[in-house]
Nanobody
Framework: QVQLGESGGGLVQAGGSLRLSCATS????????MGWFRQAPGKEREFVAA????????YYADSVKGRFTISRDNAKNTVYLQMNSLKPEDTAFYYC????????????????????????WGQGTQVTVSS
C-alpha cells in the first residue's frame, strides 16, 4: 500500500507562486512514475503534470506548460510541483498520484495524462488564486 500526502497549497495573488509537495510512503518510490491532477469546482478532474520514475521525462498540460515544473527527490520520497505565474483559473484542488507499475517502460504523454494509469491518490490540497 502506498500513501500519498500533499502539502503546500494556499491562497496566492495572481502572478504569484506556490510549491506543492507530495510525500510518499514506502521504499519503492523511486520506481514509481508520479502525476499531479487538479479539480476545480463543478469541473472534471484534469491532468496537470507527470514525471517518469527515472525523472528523465516530464509531461505537462498545455494550460500550465512554461509556468509549472514537476520534479522529484527520491531521497526524500517526494514529488514537487512548482507553480509560477499563477492565474485565477489555476484555482482547484490539487492531487498527486502514483503509478505503481515499477520501472514502467511506457514513455507517452497520453499514457501519463490518463487518470486510470495511477493506482494511488492523495487527499489533495487546495490552491486558490485571487485576481
Amino acid at each position: 500500500q502506498v500513501q500519498l500526502g500533499e502539502s503546500g497549497g494556499g491562497l496566492v495573488q495572481a502572478g504569484g507562486s506556490l510549491r506543492l509537495s507530495c510525500a510518499t510512503s514506502g521504499r519503492t518510490f523511486r520506481s514509481y512514475s508520479m502525476g499531479w491532477f487538479r479539480q476545480a469546482p463543478g469541473k472534471e478532474r484534469e491532468f496537470v503534470a507527470a514525471i517518469r520514475w527515472s525523472g528523465g521525462s516530464t509531461y505537462y498540460a498545455d494550460s500550465v506548460k512554461g509556468r509549472f515544473t514537476i520534479s522529484r527527490d527520491n531521497a526524500k520520497n517526494t514529488v514537487y510541483l512548482q507553480m509560477n505565474s499563477l492565474k485565477p483559473e489555476d484555482t482547484a484542488f490539487y492531487y498527486c498520484a502514483a503509478d505503481s507499475r515499477q520501472f514502467n517502460t511506457r514513455n507517452s504523454g497520453s499514457y501519463y495524462s490518463t487518470e486510470s494509469t495511477y493506482d494511488y491518490w492523495g487527499q489533495g490540497t487546495q490552491v486558490t488564486v485571487s485576481s
